[in-house]
């Protein structure tokens, strides 16, 4: 069955700073990947997900990230952050799993901006 | 276009106490399914359903129920609430199965006295 790892339930950058949210996977078949936001009292949106189309995939707000199958990893990244990136992120695998594909949510990581 | 709605925002329930999560999608999704949400948990899958009629149980299906008799709605019933099942509950549908993207509802968040 396959997992998802977040490494790092809170960080901590300062506005400007490069964004790193590190994610890594388990999965016996190549997944599907995915990284969701919520931000306060609401649900979750896409931010990017990976098909096996390319390895680095953009997403929305100046958000990409870069699959690494020799590292099992999805990390997410972003070169300047800004005060309204402040949000939880969640990486996700989709799967074969029974016959069906099944989504894991990792337990997110809180990214707290500083000014 | 209203994408995916659920109802109430917030209860307040008594040990024992049953209820019903409402949630619907105006979208002509097949897949449905409801998460909880709580602390350092991420988001774990209650029940699921790929299409009217067809259901199936999640990673932590114990104290709840659901069907699918349309397409547009996928209801959650707790049967008999515990303090345990304190947690804000996500419905999300999407067009295909776990493949696709997910979009989710507000949220409702449920205290169990």
């Known amino acids: 069955a396959q997992s998802v790892t977040q490494l790092g339930s809170h960080v901590s950058v300062s506005e400007g700073a490069l964004v790193l949210l590190r994610c890594n996977y388990s999965s016996s078949v190549p997944p599907y990947l995915f990284w969701y936001v919520q931000y306060p009292n609401q649900g979750l949106q896409l931010l990017l997900k990976?098909?096996?189309?390319?390895?680095l995939v953009k997403g929305i707000n100046g958000f990409e990230a870069e699959f690494k199958k020799s590292e099992t990893s999805f990390h997410l990244t972003k070169p300047s952050a800004h005060m309204r990136d402040a949000a939880e992120y969640f990486c996700a695998v989709s799967a074969p799993d029974s016959g069906t594909y099944k989504y894991i949510f990792g337990t997110g990581t809180r990214l707290k901006v500083l000014a | 276009n209203a994408g995916v709605t659920q109802t109430p925002k917030f209860q307040v329930l008594k040990t024992g106490q049953s209820m019903t999560l409402q949630c619907a999608q105006d979208m002509n999704h097949e897949y449905m399914s409801w998460y909880r949400q709580d602390p350092g948990m991420g988001l774990r899958l209650i029940h699921y359903?790929?299409?009217?009629?067809?259901?199936d149980q999640g990673e932590v299906p114990n104290g709840y129920n659901v069907s699918r008799s349309t397409t547009e709605d996928f209801p959650l019933r707790l049967l008999s609430a515990a303090p345990s099942q304190t947690s804000v509950y996500f419905c999300a549908s999407s067009e295909d199965s776990g493949t696709d993207t997910q979009y989710f509802g507000p949220g409702t968040r449920l205290t169990v006295l």
């Open positions: 990976y098909t096996s189309a390319a390895t």
């Open positions: 359903s790929v299409g009217a009629g067809i259901t």
